[in-house]
């Protein structure tokens, strides 16, 4: 897209965001996130935290992105002359650099597996997928050759202007993916033992409940959302003011949340029959996919192309993270959209670099006992997103009139006034306490 391209149509848009939204959060973090945080009492902090919070806090950016149809950072010193609420978009342009660089990490590991995968080398006997992660994670130049190639997949499509395109493939790619989706399902509910698995995730071990774990929820729901970090308020600047952005806002939740619980009931009951570990990390969904797929005729074949349409997933979200730092990195100086592209892409490589790594020889180094990988996850979904969300739903909430938010959500008065409430109250203080909770008592 050009930088000032209008969505010509209102399911452009919701494919477009729906795209930003689903890709490795509901499918691969997800599962592992909850996973290690005890299961049920993580997915449902999840659900309330995503249609509590980040539904109307979604809502809100759409709206700031729409009246203002600039990148972020002109966008709010255009709405809000000489006050510091652009700082919004300074914490987008730093999130999303971050978040691309260690999504463009596990972008590499989809392309490993595709590799591997048209070879029919990841299924068949005496594969141990758990060894074959490994062996892929900590191998350097895999890792690196493979997380360069992703960026520039992701930096030529931008490019080469087909992303429209791609989010019109996705139209499609998507509701098969879905389908897989329920198939792998099907299968993993019906190995010997796969009930388990079911009460991790729906039966509460009140245990889990703490600041620790709400914190997590909550930045899951933001990360999934692609909200707090000015990506939202991106794509509705290219939205024409004539669509209803509360049915797009719900649709693009509603997804999301489904994709995630569908991902959830494919890994772990398969966990549980098949004798993992749900506490296996950042693996998990690289590990057990496969094992589910080794279950079903055909699964060499089918593997490969549930990867390619996860590779699929997963652009359209780096997509939309290279759009938001490119669109601040040129503000509306679309002449210089390709060269910044390039810089901005290889900056964020680098910048990957050792997340890529601390898997194999940067393993050792830990950052307030997390992996640098971890830690740069854990900075972007736990704090800069909830920070930048906060500020988000103050602006919308309190800055706005009234009348303004009124006539930009052209929503019913009630739908209206709950949506006003969240933002005014229920959000901010609820981030404000999970946070205050977080950093002074756990
Ligand atoms: N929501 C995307 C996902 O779940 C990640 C993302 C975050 C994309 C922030 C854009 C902005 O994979």
Redesign the pocket.
Known sequence: MSSRDQFTSKIGFILAAAG???????IW?FPYMAGTNGGSVFIILFVICTVLIGLPILIAEFMIGRRGQKDPITSFKEQAPNKPWFMIGWIGLV??GL?LSF?SVVGGWILSYILRAVSFSLTGQGVNFSTLFTDIISNPWEVLIAQAAFMLLTLFIVQAGIKNGIETASKWMMPILFLFFILLFIRSITLDGAMEGVKFMFIPDWSYLNGDTLMLALGQAF????IG?A?MITYASYLSRKEKIVTSAVNVASMNIAISLLAGLVIFPAVFALGFSPTEGPGLVFIMIPAVFEQLPFGGFLLLVFFILLLFA?VT?AI??LE?VVSIGIREKSAQRKKASWLLASIIFVIGIPSALSFGILSDITIFERSIFDFVDYVTSAILMPIGAFLTSIFAGYYYSKKISREEMLASPVVYNCWLFIVRYVAPLSIAAIFINKVFFS
Do not use: E, P, Q
């Open positions: 930003s939204a689903i890709g490795l959060g509901a973090k999130a999303c978040i999504y990360f999934s959302l692609s970090v990506a997963t979200s939309a993270l938001v």
